[in-house]
């Protein structure tokens, strides 16, 4: 029953978007008695709630999230340096970590380009085809960097990296460098430029912003990236 709940609730993603209780046992292949078993029980437990369009996660699950440590400590931890760095820029700033093979965006501010991005707070996205992705893979153990190597590499453009040699050859001008870059890997007419975030040499994190391509600005952007990164290394280590 645990399972099959966990498997409901999952069934939402990536979009969180409403869902009829045929689309959530077609999406869970359970059968629809219990798809509707289960979701009742789980909305008496307030963690799905009916709405006129459908079955929406819940209230209970939103506060239950707000007290995971990555939301707390962390993203307050991080937003005093994700501001700074938005005022330096005025463009969009990410911070992320790592979930297995994705990247995981932990927090997001806005900027003033209004171009359209694929990543949204909670959303995820391949390790490879992300400039926060791969500056985090870049300071990784090696073990993790054959792991994500050994299998295909998952493209979300025509200019993600799909060659492992490529990848590593990068991951190691990453190392070198200190940032990373997406130049539209992860979404076309969007690029970025990442730091780590290192607590005793190991990358718990990574901040980045993104640009309009055309706006890319290197010399501009990686000294900013790079200090608000260390910044926060700093205060996360103490």
Same mark, same amino acid.
């Given at each position: 029953?645990?399972?099959?709940?966990?498997?409901?609730?999952?069934?939402?993603?990536?979009?969180?978007?409403?869902?009829?209780?045929?689309?959530?046992?077609r999406r869970t292949d359970l059968p629809k008695s219990t798809t509707h078993r289960i979701v009742e029980v789980l909305a008496g437990q307030g963690l799905?709630?009916?709405?006129?369009?459908?079955?929406?996660?819940?209230?209970?699950?939103?506060?239950?999230?707000?007290?995971?440590?990555?939301?707390?400590?962390?993203?307050?931890?991080?937003?005093?340096?994700?501001?700074?760095?938005?005022?330096?820029?005025?463009?969009?700033?990410?911070?992320?970590?790592?979930?297995?093979?994705?990247?995981?965006?932990?927090?997001?501010?806005?900027?003033?380009?209004?171009?359209?991005?694929?990543?949204?707070?909670?959303?995820?996205?391949?390790?490879?085809?992300?400039?926060?992705?791969?500056?985090?893979?870049?300071?990784?153990?090696?073990?993790?960097?054959?792991?994500?190597?050994?299998?295909?590499?998952?493209?979300?453009?025509?200019?993600?990296?799909?060659? $492992? %040699? !490529?990848?590593?050859?990068? @991951? *190691?001008?990453? /190392? #070198?460098a200190g940032v990373g870059y997406d130049r539209e890997e992860a979404a076309l007419g969007v690029s970025c430029v990442a730091a780590p975030v290192l607590?005793?040499?190991?990358?718990?994190?990574?901040?980045?912003?993104?640009?309009?391509?055309?706006?890319?600005?290197?010399?501009?952007?990686? $000294? %900013? !990236?790079?200090?608000?990164? @260390? *910044?926060?290394? /700093? #205060?996360?280590?103490?």
């Amino acid at each position: 029953m645990l399972e099959r709940g966990v498997h409901i609730l999952q069934s939402f993603r990536p979009t969180g978007q409403p869902q009829s209780l045929s689309a959530i046992a077609r999406r869970t292949d359970l059968p629809k008695s219990t798809t509707h078993r289960i979701v009742e029980v789980l909305a008496g437990q307030g963690l799905l709630e009916r709405t006129g369009e459908g079955w929406v996660l819940g209230r209970a699950l939103f506060e239950l999230g707000e007290l995971v440590p990555i939301k707390r400590r962390l993203r307050e931890t991080a937003l005093p340096f994700m501001e700074d760095l938005y005022e330096a820029t005025h463009e969009t700033v990410h911070l992320a970590v790592r979930d297995d093979l994705d990247v995981l965006y932990a927090e997001k501010i806005r900027g003033h380009s209004g171009v359209d991005m694929p990543s949204r707070v909670g959303g995820r996205l391949p390790l490879s085809s992300t400039g926060v992705g791969k500056t985090l893979l870049a300071f990784s153990p090696a073990s993790l960097v054959e792991e994500v190597v050994s299998r295909p590499l998952r493209r979300l453009t025509e200019h993600s990296i799909s060659d $492992p %040699a !490529v990848l590593q050859d990068e @991951l *190691a001008t990453i /190392r #070198a460098a200190g940032v990373g870059y997406d130049r539209e890997e992860a979404a076309l007419g969007v690029s970025c430029v990442a730091a780590p975030v290192l607590v005793r040499g190991e990358p718990v994190a990574a901040l980045s912003v993104s640009v309009p391509s055309g706006q890319l600005q290197p010399a501009r952007l990686a $000294p %900013a !990236v790079r200090t608000a990164a @260390l *910044a926060l290394s /700093r #205060a996360l280590s103490r």
